[in-house]
């Protein structure tokens, strides 16, 4: 299994979900597995919640800015 992140940024591209997402306040789902998600930029992660790295992604449906572990993302189609 890859890797995507190097500790230290989330490469820019796109990504499919692995894992659903739930919106934290309002504990609903906001973006279900399969879902595509992007990164624009290589984006630092902006938090780490128990030595896990958080990266802020679009969700490509809603928009909306979700935070994703690299263990909830994969590459696109294979692509690097």
Same mark, same amino acid.
């Given at each position: 299994?890859?890797?995507?992140?190097?500790?230290?940024?989330?490469?820019?591209?796109?990504?499919?979900? =692995?894992?659903? !997402? *739930?919106?934290? +306040?309002?504990?609903?789902?906001?973006?279900? %597995?399969?879902?595509?998600? &992007?990164?624009?930029?290589?984006?630092?992660? =902006?938090?780490? !919640? *128990?030595?896990? +790295?958080?990266?802020?992604?679009?969700?490509? %449906?809603?928009?909306?800015? &979700?935070?994703?572990?690299?263990?909830?993302?994969?590459?696109?189609?294979?692509?690097?």
């Amino acid at each position: 299994e890859e890797v995507i992140g190097f500790g230290e940024v989330l490469p820019k591209g796109e990504y499919v979900l =692995v894992a659903d !997402i *739930l919106n934290k +306040e309002e504990e609903e789902l906001t973006a279900k %597995k399969g879902d595509k998600v &992007i990164a624009y930029e290589d984006e630092p992660p =902006v938090d780490t !919640i *128990l030595g896990v +790295e958080i990266f802020p992604v679009i969700h490509m %449906k809603s928009q909306e800015k &979700i935070y994703v572990s690299l263990e909830d993302i994969k590459w696109q189609n294979g692509q690097r």
